[in-house]
């Protein structure tokens, strides 16, 4: 496989001393900008003053779901049938291409359990391909709205540096886009086959979970509230 072109984002950067970073991959159709208000609405809270925001451009190519003209996308689509979405070379690829965003950041100082990878609905997908594939340990992974893709491979494919990874999931229960069956699938699949438990009280380590009844393909303050609060847990700003 051809090494990836390095991706072009746009930074929302730390207000204080930069020891931490969140790079967030945007949707299908979407780029970094479209996830920009989100990335400055959460910097503001000062428990979040030390965490850089990268948020990446994906490539623009061919989509099959749409009727293969061309489109900002992290790998083709087929089909909105989760267990549809085989485009490895391509998901692996644009793994590669986040994996230079985090070579970047731990060049430049930033130890990668400082890192947070995640992102919306196809981004999502790819934030849990690029974690849990890592042979970096990193902070955590935030999947909205979004599925593990290749899950048939990820038992041989995942590293042991992922298998205590902090995991957000959120999702809406009326999702028609991703639907709400297939985030919860994902979800009990790293419980299940890959053996992953369920973050309890204050320890981040596992997956957190989180439903909210009426929110179709988007996200809610509910869910921004949560997120917020999962962040200021797996990247506090005092570091050890």
């Known amino acids: 496989m051809a090494a990836p072109r390095a991706l072009q984002s746009i930074t929302?950067?730390?207000?204080?001393?930069?020891?931490?970073?969140?790079?967030?991959?945007?949707g299908l159709g979407d780029?970094?900008?479209?996830w920009a208000p989100v990335a400055r609405l959460l910097a503001r809270n000062p428990k979040l003053h030390h965490v850089k925001w990268i948020l990446p451009h994906a490539?623009?190519?061919?989509?099959?779901?749409?009727?293969g003209m061309s489109m900002p996308s992290w790998f083709d689509i087929a089909s909105l049938d989760a267990d549809l979405m085989?485009?490895?070379?391509?998901?692996?690829?644009?793994?590669?291409?986040v994996g230079g965003i985090i070579s970047g950041e731990v060049d430049a100082g930033i130890d990668s359990k400082r890192v947070?990878?995640?992102g919306f609905s196809q981004g999502a997908a790819l934030s849990l391909v690029t974690g849990l594939t890592s042979e970096r340990r990193l902070g955590g992974l935030a999947c909205l709205s979004g599925w593990l893709p290749m899950s048939g491979k990820m038992k041989s494919m995942m590293t042991d540096a992922a298998r205590t990874l902090p995991i957000f999931f959120g999702h809406g229960e009326e999702d028609p886009v991703v639907q709400f069956k297939y985030g919860k699938k994902s979800y009990?699949?790293?419980k299940e086959a890959l053996k992953?438990?369920?973050a309890e009280g204050e320890d981040v380590k596992g997956l957190s979970w989180n439903e909210?009844?009426?929110?179709?393909?988007s996200s809610s303050p509910e869910e921004l509230k949560d997120l917020e609060k999962w962040l200021e847990k797996v990247l506090p700003a005092d570091v050890d």
């Open 196 to 198: 992953f438990k369920d």
């Open 116 to 118: 947070v990878v995640g």
């Open 188 to 190: 009990d699949f790293l």
């Open 212 to 217: 909210y009844p009426d929110l179709e393909h």
């Open 12 to 26: 929302v950067p730390a207000t204080t001393a930069h020891t931490a970073t969140v790079i967030f991959l945007h």
């Open 86 to 97: 085989k485009d490895q070379e391509g998901i692996l690829k644009s793994a590669m291409a």
């Open 31 to 34: 780029s970094g900008a479209g």
């Open 59 to 67: 490539p623009v190519q061919r989509v099959t779901l749409n009727f």
